[in-house]
C-alpha cells in the first residue's frame, strides 16, 4: 500500500522544481544579506534589492568609518563576460591607501543602469535606478559609517548611465565620471547605438524606454538634461578612434596576443570614433551653458581598459575634493 506515496515523492519534487522562480512572492525590504573579506580592505558585499527581487553582489574596497563613497560601473557586460573593474585595472591597488569606499556593482548587463519600463525576456527584471540611488545608499552609510558623499563614473555603456543617475537623483552625488560614452540617448542615431548595443545580448530597447517616441529616451539623453548637471564636478573623456600610446602589442588586455591587437585597433577604433561624435559636441554643450567640466579629449586612442584607467588616476583628484575624500 505505501509503494504509490514513495513513487509519489521524486515526482512532487520534480514538479516543485518546475515551478518557475518568478513566482516566488517579491521580498518587500531591501537589506545587506552577507559582507565577506576578501584580504586587506576588500569585501564581497551582498544586498538583496526589493525593487528586482534578487541579491546583488558588489566588489568593495573599505578604508573605515567616516569616508565618502565612489561608485564605479562596468561595462556594457556589467563585469560578467570579460571581467570588471578590478580584473581589468588597478583600482583595487590604487585606491588602497585611498580614504574613500568604491564599490563596484557585479552584474546589470546591457541594462545602462536604469529602470525599466517592463521586464525584458532576456534580462529579465531591471530596476537599477531604484537600487543605486535609492535602496543602497542609506543601507551601505548605516553598515560602513559613510559620510553622505558619493561620486560615480561609469565606462562605455554606464558612462551614460552615470551622467543619468546623477541627473536623477539631486544632492546625492558631488562628482561624476563619463569615460568614453555615448552621452545622447533620444535622436534616431542614438536610438539605434542603444539598441544595437542591447541587441547584443538579445534585449530589446523597448522594454527599456518604450518606443522611439516615448518621453523617457529625452529624460535619459545627457545633452538635453545638461543643464541638470550644474554644480557637480564632472570629468569628461574620449579618444578619437586613432591607435593612441596604449594601442600596442604589449598593452593589458592585448598582452602580446596579436588577434586582440587587430581587435582593438579594429572594433575598438569604430567604437571610440563613434564616442568621439557623442562626447565633442556634449562639453561643448555644456561649454554653452557655462558648466564647468574637465574634458580629457585625448588626440588618439580606442574603446580599451588601460585608457580608462588612467581615466581613473586623472579624475581622482577632482573627485576627491568634491566628496572630501
Known amino acids: 500500500m505505501r509503494r504509490p506515496m514513495r513513487c509519489l515523492v521524486p515526482l512532487l519534487a520534480v514538479v516543485a522544481a518546475l515551478v518557475p522562480a518568478a513566482t516566488a512572492a517579491a521580498d518587500p525590504e531591501s537589506r545587506i544579506l552577507d559582507v565577506r573579506p576578501l584580504g586587506g580592505r576588500e569585501h564581497e558585499v551582498v544586498v538583496h534589492s526589493a525593487a528586482m527581487n534578487k541579491p546583488i553582489t558588489l566588489w568593495m574596497s573599505h578604508p573605515g568609518s567616516g569616508a565618502p563613497a565612489l561608485y564605479l560601473l562596468n561595462a556594457v557586460d556589467g563585469g560578467e563576460d570579460g571581467g570588471p573593474w578590478t580584473r581589468r585595472t588597478d583600482v583595487a591597488e590604487f585606491f588602497a591607501d585611498k580614504n574613500v569606499n568604491v564599490i563596484v556593482p557585479m552584474g546589470g548587463r546591457a541594462s545602462y543602469y536604469t529602470d525599466w519600463v517592463r521586464d525584458d525576456p532576456a534580462l529579465g527584471r531591471n530596476q537599477w535606478t531604484t537600487f543605486l540611488t535609492k535602496e543602497l545608499p542609506p543601507l551601505l552609510e548605516a553598515k560602513f559609517g559613510m559620510t553622505g558623499r558619493n561620486a560615480i563614473a561609469g565606462l562605455s555603456m554606464s558612462a551614460t548611465s552615470a551622467l543619468n543617475l546623477a541627473t536623477g537623483a539631486p544632492g546625492l552625488y558631488q562628482a561624476v565620471g563619463a569615460y568614453s560614452g555615448c552621452p545622447r540617448t533620444s535622436d534616431p542615431v542614438a536610438q539605434a547605438y542603444v539598441s544595437a548595443q542591447l541587441a547584443v545580448f538579445g534585449a530589446n530597447a523597448t522594454n527599456m524606454w518604450g518606443g522611439p517616441d516615448n518621453p523617457a529616451w529625452a529624460a535619459n539623453d545627457p545633452m538635453l538634461q545638461a543643464e541638470r548637471l550644474?554644480?557637480?564636478?564632472?570629468?569628461?573623456?574620449?579618444?578619437?578612434?586613432?591607435?593612441?600610446?596604449?594601442?600596442?602589442?604589449?598593452?593589458?588586455?592585448?598582452?602580446?596576443?596579436?588577434?586582440?591587437?587587430?581587435?582593438?585597433?579594429?572594433?575598438?577604433?569604430?567604437?571610440?570614433?563613434?564616442?568621439?561624435?557623442?562626447?565633442?559636441?556634449?562639453?561643448?554643450?555644456?561649454?554653452?551653458?557655462?558648466?564647468?567640466?574637465?574634458?580629457n579629449l585625448r588626440p588618439a586612442g580606442t574603446h580599451a581598459w588601460t585608457y580608462w584607467q588612467d581615466d581613473v588616476h586623472l579624475s581622482w583628484p577632482l573627485f576627491a575634493a568634491a566628496i572630501g575624500a
Open 230 to 295: 550644474r554644480g557637480l564636478a564632472l570629468y569628461v573623456s574620449s579618444g578619437n578612434g586613432a591607435p593612441g600610446e596604449h594601442d600596442n602589442i604589449g598593452d593589458r588586455g592585448v598582452d602580446g596576443n596579436p588577434g586582440r591587437l587587430i581587435d582593438r585597433m579594429l572594433v575598438g577604433g569604430v567604437m571610440e570614433t563613434v564616442v568621439g561624435g557623442c562626447t565633442r559636441p556634449f562639453v561643448d554643450r555644456l561649454h554653452e551653458l557655462g558648466i564647468p567640466v574637465t574634458a
